[in-house]
Antibody, heavy 121, light 107 residues
Framework: QLQLQESGPGLVKPSETLSLTCTVS??????????WGWIRQPPGKGLEWIGS???????YYNPSLKSRVTISVDTSKNQFSLKLSSVTAADTAVYYC?????????????WGQGTLVTVSS | DIQMTQSPSSLSASVGDRVTIPCRAS??????LNWYQQKPGKAPKLLIY???SLQSGVPSRFSGSGSGTDFTLTISSLQPEDFATYYC?????????FGQGTKLEIK
């Protein structure tokens, strides 16, 4: 059974960089059928797509965050990561990593449990 | 960006009711429309992909329909565990966008 697990600091200071890692177990991140993505949800609000990465390193980002976002992949560790720079309180959210089954579903079929990141001094 | 609109933002219904939840896209997205269910404190769960295909393991009381710009999620007979928030999402083009959600509440 595929599992995704987010990890990283739960508290980040304003203007600093938020860094999260998603560890994939029970399957290979290097499969040609999948993209791997980050989605966030501010407390009490809806879902916002941040971006996705293919195992080869090809990325797609939300233009609203593109200047501050970097998503990378480490196939040797079966992990992918998110960096969001110059954070503000508006970046406080639960951050989810998820698998996009690209060639069949074009939908996010497996999700991590989510991790709350609070931006505060 | 493609805007996804879900209205109403909340809906009251009773166990056993048939419920429909609408979603509208700001432009034609063919059938690249997915539905997710989210319960408090949990990650979203994929219910329907490609507008009308039932994800493996999802009860058959859930169904989806529509194409182009107008879509509907139908729950044929509400069960207690179905009270949750439902989101539509377009996967036609990046940035993938979600509707603001419809919260299904107990009447």
């Amino acid at each position: 059974q595929l599992q995704l697990q987010e990890s990283g600091p739960g508290l980040v200071k304003p203007s600093e960089t938020l860094s999260l890692t998603c560890t994939v177990s029970g399957g290979s991140i290097s499969s040609s059928s999948y993209y791997w993505g980050w989605i966030r949800q501010p407390p009490g609000k809806g879902l916002e797509w941040i971006g996705s990465i293919y195992y080869s390193g090809s990325t797609y980002y939300n233009p609203s965050l593109k200047s501050r976002v970097t998503i990378s992949v480490d196939t040797s560790k079966n992990q992918f990561s998110l960096k969001l720079s110059s954070v503000t309180a508006a970046d406080t959210a639960v951050y989810y990593c998820a698998r996009l089954y690209y060639d069949i579903l074009t939908a996010y079929d497996y999700w991590g449990q989510g991790t709350l990141v609070t931006v505060s001094s | 960006d493609i805007q996804m609109t879900q209205s109403p933002s909340s809906l009251s219904a009773s166990v056993g009711d048939r419920v429909t939840i609408p979603c509208r896209a700001s432009q034609n997205i063919s059938n690249y429309l997915n539905w997710y269910q989210q319960k408090p404190g949990k990650a979203p769960k994929l219910l329907i992909y490609a507008a009308s295909s039932l994800q493996s393991g999802v009860p058959s009381r859930f169904s989806g329909s529509g194409s182009g710009t107008d879509f509907t999620l139908t729950i044929s007979s509400l069960q207690p565990e179905d009270f949750a928030t439902y989101y539509c999402q377009q996967s036609y083009i990046t940035p993938y966008t979600f509707g603001q959600g419809t919260k299904l509440e107990i009447k």
